[in-house]
């Protein structure tokens, strides 16, 4: 069992909005809980869409190597001077709160470039050490180069990323959206913008480690739930 110091667990106390229910035994109890305090939250129940990139070495990832895990995915390219850099750092303050936790090592955080024309091997190496990311459960992807230029964008289209063709004629995202997927690869929600509450968004991974979207009679604890009961009587 991994410990987190009583420090640790207040200072997330104090900064979450709310607490799970603790005896939360179905995604839909965690939806609504949800739903009622994060306006930026979607839920989802659909196939994620899969893909087949590369990282910055040329190896290459399937959305199916990370069954087992949660994942974290969002899009952006490095180029890009205000939204992106700012998604990315939102993101990098979710994992850091991941991180901390005994829900480490069932989270993969993916970062996915629009622009693997521009986003060469030395970009995406640095773009994480820039942005506060850690290699350890973060990945940053890009298309191969024998594939179109245009396949990460369409792959960010079918997760609901929209786009809008600039003076020049290229398209470029507009807007921010973060979808969470779970072990079994099944898209389970959306959080749209970078205004929603970091805490929320773990608070809804760590739903999704505990498989509460799968029917159970009796499960344990999780780690938020836990944390509850401890903190509160």
Request: glycine letters at 6%; aromatic letters at 10%; a neutral charge.
């Amino acid at each position: 069992m991994i410990l987190v110091s009583r420090r640790v667990a207040l200072g997330l106390m104090v900064t979450a909005p709310f607490a799970l229910p603790a005896f939360s035994h179905s995604l839909k109890e965690v939806e609504q809980t949800l739903y009622e305090k994060e306006k930026y939250y979607q839920p989802v129940d659909v196939e994620a869409p899969g893909f087949t990139l590369q990282d910055a070495d040329g190896r290459t990832f399937r959305l199916t190597d990370f069954k087992g895990k949660v994942v974290v995915l969002h899009f952006i390219y490095a180029s890009c001077p205000d939204l992106c850099p700012l998604h990315a750092e939102k993101i990098a303050a979710v994992q850091r709160m991941v991180n901390i936790t005994p829900m480490k090592s069932q989270v993969q955080f993916i970062t996915v470039t629009t622009d693997p024309k521009r986003d060469t091997g030395p970009v995406l190496r640095n773009y994480g050490d820039n942005h506060g990311l850690d290699p350890e459960n973060w990945i940053f992807l890009t298309a191969a180069a024998a594939v179109p230029e245009d396949t990460t964008r369409r792959l960010a289209k079918s997760y609901g990323v929209e786009f809008r063709v600039g003076e020049d004629g290229r398209e470029r995202m507009h807007g921010a959206v973060t979808s969470l997927i779970d072990q079994d690869g099944l898209l389970r929600a959306r959080f749209h913008g970078l205004d929603f509450q970091d805490v929320n968004m773990v608070i809804f991974i760590n739903a999704l480690i505990n498989r509460v979207q799968v029917p159970h009679a009796d499960r344990k604890l999780g780690f938020w739930q836990s944390l509850g009961q401890w903190w509160w009587p």
